[in-house]
């Protein structure tokens, strides 16, 4: 039998379900269920409100998002706005409609008008100034857009105001993978992907108060907010600064004609707002000490440099759809470890990640009798590399912060794992990638968040939203392009 928070959600999925099919069978728009759904949204239920903005973002927003097609960008634009109408005429957004009143939008329309002006790039040429002091760069919240969009954005940032400072404001994910950047100073701002609708709303207004402590005594031609498409502004919906002062990269729609990836759009772009330059990758700047245990551990597993190093992710971030199976799982990491590589699992985070890592970890053990598991975080990591335990692995289990495990990525043969972060960091640290890409909702987001940087890589897309897995075939594929970026 249901209970109450599996029926609001069944009723809330149906109802955004019906105002996309709705939309796109026969191109009408109805506002009556977005206004339901925004009801639900402001509950005082909990379940209803978890609900309903789960269907919100989940099944309209992102969905929506990753369709990379301008009419999307409208549909999105005009749904969200009325979302937004709706929480702040309720009395717990009273301080989102004063905001909002101060960048003088009163109302949905002007909220759309305005977001449809941002759309643009050619408009914003007069952004450029040697007066510039200050460069706020919005965090895309996730770590892998953070690598693939956000770091190229600073990047050509940085060459273009050789003299500004730069901030990120964003979690502490961004200080683990950029904190070795002498010119980037960081302000923590947690984001909840999971929140309710109006916890994510009231976020903005945390953002606003932080850009404006940044660029506080400064003129209005000596500071930029760099947006490359963030949770933070709901997608540049809601103004964090007035427009002329504001990078916008439309990430949804720009390029919508062309296979290139984010990275390369996002390249384009700032070649069109800035002037033609060499194309900008991505990059991560470590801290030291994560880059000197990385160095340390890759050195002592490797034994002599005799066996490659595999750095092996099956974290999906909680999105069923983009898991290939266990077989696949298991059978990956132990048939590496076969051929004489040298596997670090992440353990990933969350209940399930770490039940699938155990899987895999005991898998390894049962079909090699002779192999050897360490396992690592925090505690025992300068104490497993005093001991010199290491060179007797067979496999090093990873549990802990990103940025360790960035540098642990980074000192790898080959990378391997679902559509997630990883393969991100590693193009980003010239590393090689496979990339198992399975539950994409469009064909087009393939193209747009394959792994760029100089190393080779090979994504390896699979339509699980329509039919399961061949588990054995991708398992075959996958190393298949190990043997041949090892050449073993």
Known sequence: MMNHEESQLNQTERLASEFLSSFYREGVYLGDLMSHLADFALSDDEATAKSASRAIFTSLVERLADSFDPASVTLYNQLFAQIVARCRADRRGEAIDSELKNFRVESEQDMIARAESLRSSKSKVDLISSRVKMIVALSRVTVGADVAITSVVIERLKQIFPDARIAIIGGRNATELFGGDWRLTFHQLDYRRAGETLERLVNWIDVLNCIRSLTEGLDRDEYLIADPDSRLTQLGLLPVAEDD?????PSREYGHRSSLSLTELASVWLDEIFGPSAPTLPRVSLKPDDIDA???VAKQVRRNNSRPVVTVNFGVGE???????????KSLAAELIRQQAIVILDRGAGEDELRRADAVIDNALKLHSRVRVIELDEENLKLALDSNQL????????????????????QSDLYAGYDSAGQHIAAAMCVPTIDVMA???????????RPTGKSQSRVIAIDTLNSPANQKAVLDEALRCAREFLKT
Do not use: H, Q
């Open 245 to 249: 002062r504001c990078l916008f990269f």
């Open 391 to 410: 060179p007797l692995a067979d496999m090093v289990v990873w549990r802990g912060r990103i940025g360790m495990l960035a540098a642990l990525i980074g």
């Open 439 to 449: 539950g994409y909702t469009s064909p087009r987001m393939v193209e747009r968040w």
């Open 294 to 296: 990385g160095r340390e």
């Open 319 to 329: 999105n069923a759809a983009k898991r290939i199976g266990d077989v696949f799982e």
